[in-house]
């Protein structure tokens, strides 16, 4: 079985490597857009981070100018371009755009699975945005970005990584390359200095590529009634917590959840993974026969729950949401610096 995932990664790496050449050999094209862009994404399948960066880089510019995040939307019942409205649900515009609506309700958002057509129609709809921020867009070359930010994990560097099936990379680790900033992330707390040299000594970056590192920051438990409203926080007495989570690495989010709550019980599914009957009654009698006393999910489980119309009452008010934040602690400033540089010399232009 090894064998067989180790011929089909060979040749699914030649597939990638010869669409990259076809595109740095300009035998395919690709087209560039009269609006700085930047694009957030991984060489590795999910996992790494991309929507906590997005939301970051998006509400830090949203401050000083207009912004707009486009998106493929992956796994939504809809096609072509759809923007993101009050009312829109997973289901319309996909979970992790869904997700970044709540999180950033002042910020323009659409999804279309062209982003060379997506940022035409963002343009003509908004003739005054300023930039347009990419996620999951480093593999869809069509469209050449002005700034790339690549992001790999701290627990598996891209350059240790082989192609899929037999790793996780659906990208050559040359295309790394491409990339003016890589971002470490998911930094434990208890990283230290020589772990970071060792990552650097890894990467191995060229001198015109910027790296930084980036950890998780866990906000306050949020009950999904009033999740995306302003509230006032009272205290959470809960103690027996199920775990409900699909996403592609959840273990940093109960790794935390259980240093938090004495004892936990979990139930994980596949990335992106919708609910059905089966998997709702699966949860509530894991929920009854555990003696549970509440549900903890992630943001992007809470877009698509919220989205359903069959999830049970019961079960949805006793449903907390833990919201979730990148963090580059003291590189913070060097970050946004950059990414404004990029923005300066792009409007000189």
């Known amino acids: 079985m090894k064998f067989v995932r180790i011929i089909l990664s060979w040749l699914y790496g030649a597939v990638v490597t010869v669409r990259n050449i076809l595109y740095d050999e300009h035998l395919l094209l690709s087209c560039e857009s009269d609006i700085p862009t930047i694009c957030v994404g991984n060489l590795a399948v999910g996992g790494t981070g991309k929507t906590p960066l997005v939301a ?8 000083r100018m207009n912004v707009a995040i486009l998106s493929r939307g992956y796994k939504r019942s809809t096609c072509g371009f759809v923007l993101a409205e009050d009312a829109s649900t997973a289901s319309d515009i996909g979970d992790e755009p ?3 609506h709540r999180k950033l309700p002042g910020v323009v958002l659409a999804v ?3 982003r060379v057509a997506g ?4 343009r003509k709809m908004y003739p005054e945005l300023h930039v347009v921020i990419l996620d999951d867009a480093f593999q869809h070359r069509r469209l050449k970005c002005g700034f790339n930010i690549l992001l790999t994990t701290a627990d598996n560097l891209y350059v240790n990584d082989y192609f899929l099936p037999y790793g996780k990379l659906r990208d050559s680790k040359q295309s790394a390359s491409r990339a003016n900033v890589i971002v470490v992330s998911k930094c434990k707390d208890s990283m230290q200095p020589i772990e970071r040299r060792i990552i650097e000594t890894s990467l191995r970056l060229p001198i015109y590529q910027k790296l930084f590192f980036s950890y998780l920051r866990y906000g306050d438990l949020l009950p999904l009634r009033d999740w995306g409203r302003p509230q006032e926080l009272s205290a959470f007495d809960k103690q027996h917590p199920l775990i409900l989570s699909a996403i592609a690495n959840a273990a940093p989010l109960h790794e935390y959840l259980q240093k938090m709550f004495p004892e936990t019980e979990q139930i994980e599914f596949a990335d992106h993974h919708k609910f059905t009957r ?3 009654e699966m949860i509530r009698n894991k929920f009854v026969n555990s003696g549970c006393d509440c549900i903890i999910t992630t943001e992007k489980d809470a877009a698509r729950i919220v989205a359903m119309k069959s999830f049970p009452d ?5 449903t907390y949401v833990q919201p979730m934040e990148i963090d580059f602690r003291r ?3 060097s970050f946004m610096k950059i990414i404004m540089q990029y923005m300066t010399e792009s409007n000189r232009k």
Request: charged letters at 40%; a negative charge; proline letters at 0%.
């Open 56 to 63: 970051y880089i998006a509400g830090e510019l949203s401050k």
């Open 98 to 100: 869904a997700e970044l």
């Open 112 to 114: 279309c699975e062209n």
């Open 119 to 122: 940022i035409r129609r963002l």
């Open 278 to 280: 089966a998997d709702i």
């Open 314 to 318: 019961d079960l949805y008010d006793c």
């Open 331 to 333: 590189e913070s400033e």
